[in-house]
């Protein structure tokens, strides 16, 4: 055995991660392009440095303002409105789920996806000791309801992990698809994930509006993408008080930081100007998509804020082609796809430009 003797599963694998590269062009994290403003940087400088007078004492564990302030948020998606005890929140919504398996799925139970889904899914279930399945979308990236319905009737799964919009394609869930799956699902827990929701396109609900209908639904978002705080390092969910309370078993003491909790506060108090360019993004967005098409390319419908495109004969070459002008996409997805997050309109300038230029030169 190979020292340190690191769980069999483990071995060779290398950790999840794109690549982190100083390019000029950066759109291959899903970010969003715009930094706070002065205004709002002062405002957090000052929430941090009223924090930092009492980081001898453990954070609030229980992280409350915290908690109401973001279920003020989350009311306004939808009109049953949403309690504090409905919230939990981790540092970022990859370690909400984590938590939500960690909690809920382990040995002996199933977690399960679609594909091309979320990168990230089978890890938490590998790293849970949960048994990973995984059905698949249509050629459409859209969800087929009957097959996805029959998978969850024959796995039983504890935990299905269902992004809308989806990542890497873009696609959201339509209405009916949330509540069919809940049904199906049983106790098992159906987790939407909302990274991406506030990017929806006008007349697509989000499924906050569900849960008093379904006591195993949870909603997951984050801070990361429309709200411009990646860096922070802040994800929630919303779901019956009951699944909160699971979490909190699990979940480290004071997993939450003062500084954390002061930040995201103060963010919470900038909603207006940090989700401000949100509309932008998405007109960009459908530029991009009406761009691409037009240039002959196949395009993922999307209601987030990157784009799937493709399908290259060889795709690292176009990836290598864009990196050496300076823009950084993504490699993922299914076989001759790249991903492109949406920038500022110079951004994507630089993209149309370098990919014009790569797609020339490999013709
Ligand atoms: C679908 C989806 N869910 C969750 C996450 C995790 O985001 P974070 O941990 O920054 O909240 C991402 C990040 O890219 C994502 O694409």
Redesign the pocket.
């Known amino acids: 055995m190979s020292f340190p003797p690191l769980r069999d599963e483990l071995v060779g694998l290398e950790p999840y991660g794109a690549p982190q590269l100083d390019v000029p062009v950066q759109l291959n994290?899903?970010e969003n392009p715009y930094g706070p403003s002065p205004d709002c940087v002062a405002d957090i400088a000052a929430a941090v440095a009223d924090a930092a007078g009492g980081l001898n004492r453990y954070p609030d564990r229980e992280f409350t303002d915290l908690r109401t302030a973001l279920a003020a948020y989350l009311s306004k998606d939808t009109p049953h409105g949403i309690s504090p005890e409905q919230v939990w929140a981790a540092?970022?919504?990859?370690?909400?789920?984590l938590q939500l398996l960690q909690a809920y799925a382990g040995p002996g139970r199933v977690a399960l996806s679609f594909a091309p889904?979320?990168s990230?899914y089978p890890e938490y279930a590998r790293d849970t000791n949960t048994e990973w399945v995984v059905g698949h979308r249509e050629d459409d990236f859209s969800l087929d309801l009957d097959r996805a319905r029959a998978l969850v009737e024959e796995h039983r799964p504890a935990v299905v992990l269902l992004?809308s919009?989806?990542?890497?394609t873009g696609t959201a869930l339509p209405p009916d698809a949330v509540g069919l799956l809940c049904a199906a699902a049983g106790d098992g827990l159906v987790v939407v994930?909302e990274?991406?929701g506030e990017f929806r396109r006008a007349g697509v609900p989000s499924a906050l509006e569900l849960l008093p209908a379904h006591r195993n639904l949870v909603v997951?978002?984050?801070?990361?993408?429309a709200f411009a705080l990646?860096g922070a390092?802040?994800?929630y969910l919303a779901a019956d008080p009951a699944i909160c309370d699971g979490i909190r078993v699990v979940r480290l003491p004071y997993h939450l930081s003062a500084v954390t909790q002061a930040v995201a506060l103060a963010a919470l108090r900038h909603e207006k100007e940090l989700l401000g360019r949100v509309d932008e993004l998405r007109a960009e967005r459908d530029a991009t998509v009406e761009w691409l098409r037009a240039e002959g390319h196949e395009v993922a419908d999307s209601d987030a804020n990157f784009v799937l495109f493709g399908v290259f004969g060889d795709r690292h070459a176009v990836w290598q082609g864009l990196l050496d002008r300076g823009v950084l996409v993504r490699e993922v997805g299914p076989d001759g796809w790249l991903r492109v997050s949406i920038g500022t309109p110079d951004e994507m300038k630089s993209f149309r430009l370098g990919l014009t230029a790569v797609t020339e030169e490999n013709q």
């Open positions: 994290v899903n540092n970022g919504s990859n370690e909400v789920m889904t979320y990230m992004p919009p989806n990542n890497p994930d990274a991406y997951s978002r984050t801070m990361s993408k990646a390092r802040l994800g």
